[in-house]
């Protein structure tokens, strides 16, 4: 980490606290390979003391469910990224959304000097009361509260500094309120969650407007009252009402992540995914499908043409917005930023005076 520039109070941080304290014994690994410790020692210690993303529960800790990891212990150097984003300086009051293991919060403790002045806020009672009990073992007595991250803690409000562990759409208003004029906020965001990746967004808080830039690419589980469950696509056993020829395969456009994510941030409420054809669509070649949000809307991606269904025509505004893309000079999704004012969501470019786009 320290060749990457993190500023050397995060790396004491990280050398004082050690990170399979707070994992427990049964894991999973980034492709879901259940790895225990009793079994398997080597392999979880290798897991442990990794650069990788280890899971720590599934299916919300309910048995029997479809395997899906709803939390975690992140990557250390993407929580080194997101604590100097987050600039925790000495006795700042802090609130963290998500305590999962309790090593984030332990992290916190040692930047602020008193881990005291650190509440994090956990949904899941269980996963709340092993961090606690791993937090004091160590040493460490911040605020561990079982409850709904997207309220906040207005018990121990303002803070100087909001860090969330989980993916939001919609920044949660209690944030915004429970933040100390000039604080930070600083969170994981994607415009949706049913599209893949996400932004780190940096936002300062004044006079109850919350704006800052994208810094850095991260991918998180969401905050659970944010989940969308968007069902099948609209596209499957549709009938298009319109088809167009193209000339190059329109896939490329939305299966290169460079482009994706721009594109996902200048056209609101929509989703893509790929799979091989189904009944009555051509075999043995993939093809991408959009899928409305707000509607019924949705279009097919072959390598030769493209339909498309509904009253938006989601490929077209796709393709609008690409060409304004290019001719903006193709920035990354991180030359964007974002703000919220008044509940309303607002991307824009370079800065808060450029190009923008309202989020519904």
Do not use: K
């Not at 050397?8 to 941080?13: D, G, K, Q, V």
């Not at 949660?172 to 994607?190: F, H, K, M, N, S």
């Not at 056209?267 to 899928?291: C, D, I, K, Y």
């Not at 703000?339 to 991307?347: D, K, L, S």
């Amino acid at each position: 980490m320290r060749s990457s520039g993190v500023p050397e109070e995060i790396l004491r941080a990280f050398a004082r606290v050690r990170r399979e304290e707070f994992l427990p014994d049964r894991v999973w690994d980034e492709r879901g390979g259940e790895v225990v410790r009793s079994d398997s020692g080597e392999e979880w210690s290798r897991l442990v003391h990794s650069d990788a993303a280890v899971v720590v529960q599934r299916d919300d800790g309910v048995a029997g469910g479809r395997g899906v990891a709803t939390s975690s212990s992140s990557a250390p150097s993407v929580m080194a990224a997101m604590l100097q984003a987050a600039d925790v300086r000495r006795g700042a009051h802090v609130l963290e959304i998500g305590t999962a293991t309790g090593y984030n919060a332990a992290l916190l403790g040692e930047l602020t000097g008193a881990p005291e002045t650190v509440t994090t806020v956990e949904i899941d009672a269980a996963l709340a009361e092993r961090a606690r009990s791993v937090l004091r073992d160590i040493g460490h007595h911040p605020r561990v509260v079982v409850g709904d991250g997207a309220l906040g803690h207005p018990a121990t409000a303002p803070f100087d500094r909001v860090l969330a562990t989980c993916a939001v759409a919609r920044v949660p208003a209690p944030w915004i309120d429970q933040t100390r004029e000039g604080g930070l906020i600083v969170c994981p965001w994607a415009p949706s969650s049913a599209l893949p990746g996400g932004l780190l967004a940096r936002l300062t808080v004044r006079d109850g407007t919350a704006e800052g830039p994208f810094v850095r690419l991260v991918s998180f589980m969401w905050l659970r009252g944010q989940r969308e469950e968007p069902g099948v696509p609209h596209d499957l056993g549709a009938p298009p009402d319109r088809v167009c020829a193209v000339d190059r395969d329109p896939r490329s456009l939305l299966l290169d992540g460079t482009r994706a994510l721009p594109l996902a941030l200048m056209v609101p409420a929509w989703r893509f995914g790929v799979r091989m054809g189904t009944q009555g669509e051509p075999q043995g070649e993939p093809l991408v499908w959009l899928s409305a949000l707000d509607g019924a809307s949705w279009a097919r991606l072959y390598p030769d043409r493209v339909e498309q269904g509904g009253p938006r025509l989601l490929w077209d505004e796709i393709e609008a917005a690409h060409r304004r893309w290019r001719a903006l000079g193709g920035p990354p999704a991180t030359a964007f930023g974002l703000t919220i004012a008044g509940g309303t969501h607002r991307v824009w470019l370079g800065d808060p005076s450029g190009p923008s786009w309202s989020l519904p």
